[in-house]
């Protein structure tokens, strides 16, 4: 823990030492280069403080994440920075040495001195990010976008061509801190007229408590054939400091307890027909399944008892890694999967048609949107809500829409 203190405070003196150079050749107004430090300053340090009285008992207050949506910001403006000058100190280093062992210049005036067009270009390619990480942080996270799909289907029953769904994933209620702004999220929802909506996992950041101020909101959710949902790992509590066991278990039921209170239908490794002029759809929900470290509660064999191959079948599972891993390779085809948990990192380029990325996809190959392996499509939610950095850049809050249509057959 020591070193990594150490490692720390060296990235970040490097940080505000190369800023400040560029700060200083830019301007020569003093109060500027003050208000920068100051500034600057005050958003490590009270970064630091937040980090240090960190309370898991407590989990990720607003505060916390606002020092950390704050710090994220500067950093990103700094190491771009950084990597401007390094570029023109790669000139003037060779320029140095030669004017020291060549013509015997000595003191500070063999180092050519910053060229003020360098620190102006560098600055405002840093304004760019530094900018939209503050807008993701005031507009961003509340920016709800519909994405709407048709995808077709051999095995579809006939009754259910034409059937819509609506997905959303990851809501992260206690993240929240604008009752209004939700509202207007669920209300879209709502507006989509969806015959059934679709929920996959994180309803809360780590205890069920966050949930009670926003319950009455979601409770409002409403399709023909209900809501159904699954645990995210964040469900579990597994990232609080419990006093004991008991208490975490109590926390989990009570999650379960109000989920039902607020008419959504939780799927735990098990499933549900919904039913249309006799005949059925398999809406199938495994606990949280994620590669790596993350949780392992999922049992998909367990979650498809009563349900035959030849079913038509949704799968609700929250860690897109669990496709890869366990359904593509099933004996039993999954016509489609929803998952939710990567957010999309919240932060990326994403234009339809065009370009999507997000560094989230070095860890997650199927991070955002629709995927298909053979007869199998995934559908990973960009997220409802945001966690840690209070705020959405490009990976906006994402309520999907998917209509379900029977493939047509070419006589």
């Not at 970064?47 to 990103?76: A, C, K, P, W």
């Not at 079948?313 to 016509?335: A, C, E, G, M, T």
């Not at 298909?372 to 840690?388: D, H, I, P, T």
Request: net charge neutral; proline share 3%.
């Amino acid at each position: 823990m020591f070193y990594r203190w150490i490692f720390f405070i060296l990235i970040i003196g490097l940080t505000q030492w190369y800023s400040f150079q560029c700060i200083k050749t830019f301007s020569q107004n003093k109060y500027l280069r003050i208000l920068y430090i100051n500034v600057s300053l005050l958003i490590i340090v009270n970064f630091i403080f937040q980090i240090i009285n960190y309370d898991r008992s407590e989990g990720f207050t607003h505060m916390i994440s606002y020092s950390l949506g704050f710090f994220i910001s500067l950093f990103v403006f700094q190491f771009i920075i950084i990597i401007g000058l390094i570029f023109e100190d790669i000139i003037r280093f060779p320029q140095a040495l030669y004017s020291f062992f060549n013509q015997g210049i000595t003191g500070q005036d063999f180092f050519p001195q910053r060229r003020k067009f360098i620190s102006q270009i560098t600055l405002t390619i840093a304004s760019i990010p530094f900018g939209a990480l503050l807008y993701g942080m005031y507009r961003g996270k509340y920016n709800y976008k519909v994405s709407s799909y048709e995808l077709e289907f051999d095995d579809l029953p006939v009754s259910f061509d034409g059937f819509k769904l609506t997905h959303i994933s990851d809501i992260h209620c206690g993240s929240f801190d604008n009752p209004e702004k939700v509202k207007y999220g669920i209300d879209l929802i709502n507006k989509q007229e969806s015959d059934v909506i679709m929920f996959t996992g994180d309803l809360v950041n780590n205890v069920s408590k966050e949930l009670n101020p926003w319950k009455d909101l979601f409770s409002s959710l409403k399709a023909e054939h209900g809501v159904y949902s699954i645990l995210g790992n964040h469900d579990y509590g597994d990232y609080m400091n419990w006093d004991n066991d008991q208490d975490k278990i109590n926390n989990l039921d009570n999650l379960k307890k109000i989920q039902n209170e607020m008419g959504f239908k939780l799927l735990l490794n098990e499933n549900d027909f919904i039913i249309k002029n006799g005949e059925k759809l398999a809406v199938i929900g495994v606990e949280n399944w994620g590669a790596g470290g993350f949780k392992k509660s999922g049992d998909l064999n367990k979650a498809i008892e009563g349900v035959s191959n030849a079913d038509f079948k949704i799968l609700l599972s929250h860690d897109p890694s669990h496709w890869n891993n366990q359904v593509v390779p099933h004996n039993f085809i999954f016509p489609l999967t929803l998952s939710g948990h990567t957010h999309g990192m919240q932060f990326g380029i994403d234009i339809p048609g065009w370009i999507k990325w997000s560094p989230i996809k070095w860890r997650y190959p199927e991070f955002a949107g629709l995927y298909q392996k053979a007869k199998q499509y995934l559908y990973v939610n960009r997220g409802f809500g945001y966690l840690a950095y209070p705020g959405r850049v490009g990976m906006w809050p994402e309520i999907t829409v998917i209509t379900l249509k029977k493939r047509k057959i070419d006589v």
